[in-house]
């Protein structure tokens, strides 16, 4: 291990991490370089496996804290090792949806309806991907058997990806200084595909994933990925595929499907024809499409899901319904 190489990535940053976070890091490396020595491997070739295999021994041990799963993130990606570092996104990804999920239905149901479809699920930090569409299953089951359709739907949307809408708040301010929708969308759009060809041009993972020339290509050609399009009194919001390069690469329907789900708690089910996750579930991925809108818009604005790969269809797309005083001011 690398530990002065460590301390320093750790250091030398805009937001330093603090010694006493530093420390219990380096020795959790330590841990894991022991680990993959056992398979004869090293922390540069440790592989996803790896990662798996390690973090069911935290989870037993209950050590499997966040701390500990970003020491190894980091790690992986000072040395760049990136199936080290994306296991570990892997293992985080989504870890928050279900608590936030739970807190949702107690404000749509009651907590007595939310405690009793909680009470017997087990969601410890670091399941991997294979293991969360079962329990993800096992809460929609109770969901449908005591939330109305309504019910289920809201709190899902409110659920949101578990991301607050705070983190959207400068959405307001661009919104604000645009003259009208459209010209906000065409900045959001120029400023979204720049962001891409930074990220190619850098060599840099745009959160998951590689950016090529195919991928900025696909995204320019489709006005509606990433930023949504207005269509009369809609704006059409379908998401850029989780893995865009081995989607557009891919020919088989259903791995293409897969490496468009971004969802950790239903993608495995699309290769796995034993489970089933319903689409309905994808109503959470709707309310973090919708989010940045609202902050935009200052109000709470419907969202519908239009296309989901958990339904058949190649991608997944929302459409958001703007207030008439939005549309007015373009089409008068």
């Keep these: 291990m690398d530990k002065e190489g460590y301390r320093i990535y750790l250091t030398d940053r805009e937001k ?13 490396i330590e841990r894991f370089e022991k680990f993959v020595e056992k398979v004869g491997r090293t922390l ?25 799963y970003l020491a190894l993130s980091r790690y992986g990606y000072f040395i760049q090792n990136f199936d080290l570092y994306l296991a570990v996104l892997e293992l985080l990804d989504g870890a928050e949806v279900l608590d936030v999920l739970r807190e949702r239905i107690g404000e749509v149901a009651g907590k007595g309806k939310s405690d009793e479809i909680f009470k017997d699920i087990d969601n410890p930090l670091g399941l991997p991907s294979t293991e969360k569409p079962k329990v993800a299953k096992a809460v929609l089951d ?27 708040k400068e959405e307001r301010e661009k919104f604000l200084k645009a003259k009208d929708i459209d010209e906000y969308l065409a900045n959001k759009r ?18 998951n994933q590689m950016i090529t020339d195919d991928v900025i290509e696909y995204v320019k050609n489709r006005p509606d990925v990433m930023t949504g399009m207005r269509n009369g009194d809609k704006i059409i ?55 940045p ?40």
């Design 142 to 168: 109770q969901m449908e058997k005591l939330l109305t359709p309504e019910d289920c739907r809201k709190a899902l949307v409110d659920t949101a990806h578990g991301i607050p809408k705070e983190w959207y």
């Design 293 to 332: 809108w609202e902050m935009a818009l200052d109000q709470p604005l419907d969202v519908e899901m239009i296309k989901s790969v958990l339904k058949g269809d190649m991608e997944c797309t929302f459409a958001i319904q703007l207030p008439r005083n939005v549309i007015e001011k373009v089409e008068g």
């Design 44 to 68: 540069e070739s440790a592989t996803s496996m790896d990662v798996r295999n390690f973090s069911k021994m935290l989870i037993e041990e209950e050590t499997n804290t966040y701390d500990n």
């Design 190 to 207: 120029a400023e979204i595909i720049a962001n891409l060809e930074k990220h190619r041009d850098e060599g840099r993972l745009f959160f």
């Design 16 to 28: 330093p991490i603090p010694e006493e976070k530093i420390v219990p890091a380096i020795s959790m």
């Design 237 to 291: 919001h379908t998401k850029i595929p989780y893995m865009a390069k081995e989607y557009l690469d891919e020919k088989d329907e259903k791995k293409k499907r897969y490496y468009a789900c971004h969802c950790a708690w239903a993608r495995e089910t699309i290769m796995n024809n034993e489970l089933e996750i319903p689409a309905t579930f994808c109503n959470c991925s709707g309310g973090f499409t919708v989010q």
